[in-house]
């Protein structure tokens, strides 16, 4: 199975930004996708972006724009890079890999979530 560690939360002003990372370790084989999702109090899960094998990305239409998910394949890491936050980005950000483990069994892991508070 694969353990994820995400870091970069926090709380930032309106305009601000911030850059969280996920890194993915353990049995690995292959990953197909890396992503973010996130989920504001109230609210429902949500894509936030994903990179999906080469590098083809998907953005939910609230964050284009704004936001950029970005891959290091060496290190099995994942980042999101938010600018120009806004109040309504506020949510636990969880990072989801999904991918082969090297006992040929897939995985779709998540993170533990890390918090993220934009003041207007």
């Known amino acids: 199975q694969a353990h994820l560690v995400e870091s970069g939360g926090g709380l930032v002003q309106a305009g601000g930004s911030l850059r969280l990372s996920c890194a993915c370790s353990g049995s690995i084989a292959s990953i197909y996708v890396m992503g973010w999702y996130r989920q504001a109090p109230g609210k429902q899960h949500e894509l936030v972006a994903k990179?999906?094998?080469?590098?083809?990305?998907v953005y939910a239409d609230a964050v284009k724009g704004r936001f950029t998910i970005s891959r290091d394949s060496a290190k099995n890491t994942v980042y999101l890079q938010m600018n120009s936050l806004k109040p309504e980005d506020t949510a636990v950000y969880y990072c989801?890999?999904?991918?082969?483990?090297?006992?040929?069994?897939?995985?779709?892991?998540w993170g533990q979530g890390t918090q993220v508070t934009v003041s207007s």
């Open positions: 990179i999906i094998g080469g590098g083809t990305t």
């Open positions: 989801n890999v999904v991918g082969f483990g090297t006992t040929l069994s897939t995985f779709d892991s």
